[in-house]
């Protein structure tokens, strides 16, 4: 059983996995507006990847019993013109995600909560992928610069990028 306030805030957790759903659906609408099908693409994989991080955190607190509250999701809006800007927002995004993530840990580790933070590791390790993927896709963009051949390449190389439910992986 896991206390009043782990719940609270795992929930809280929840509603940011689906917040971050909702930020790459929209940076995948802005990608196929802009005509970069593959980054759309890639966006989309990554809204999965979010859905089921969320949908881990509700099969625990459903497991552990715990009420699950779902919060309204805060709206997205691109306020960006480049694809630079759109993966820097992402990767800002993620830094802020593995913060919380971070937070929720120590908060289970002062609980002496171990079964919920044995289940938080795992996040915490996919954010250390989360934040590389971005931090190498952001390096490769600034490389390339303003080349017209360099971004249509990467967009293509990105659009190759299919789903695997990370929940399911070691
Ligand atoms: Fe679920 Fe990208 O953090």
């Known amino acids: 059983m896991i206390s009043k306030k782990m719940t609270k805030a795992l929930n809280g957790q929840l509603n940011k996995e689906y917040h971050s759903a909702y930020i790459y659906l929209g940076l995948s609408a802005w990608a196929s507006e802009k005509g970069y099908n593959g980054c759309a693409s890639w966006f989309m994989v990554q809204y999965q990847e979010e859905v089921a ?28 013109t480049t694809l630079l800007e759109a993966f820097e927002e992402a990767f800002a995004h993620e830094q802020k995600m593995t913060g919380w993530l971070n937070e929720l840990s120590d908060l289970a580790m002062k609980e002496k909560d171990h ?56």
């Open 115 to 170: 079964a919920t933070y044995n289940m938080l590791q795992w996040y915490v390790m996919e954010q250390v992928e989360e934040e590389a993927l971005f931090s190498d896709i952001i390096d490769k963009m600034k490389l390339i610069g303003d080349n017209g051949n360099g971004l249509y390449n990467l967009d293509k190389e990105l659009g190759q990028r299919t789903f695997v439910d990370p929940t399911t992986q070691a």
């Open 53 to 80: 991080h969320g949908m881990k955190l509700f099969n625990y607190l459903d497991e552990q019993g715990a009420s699950i509250e779902l919060k309204d999701i805060k709206a997205f809006n691109f306020a960006g």
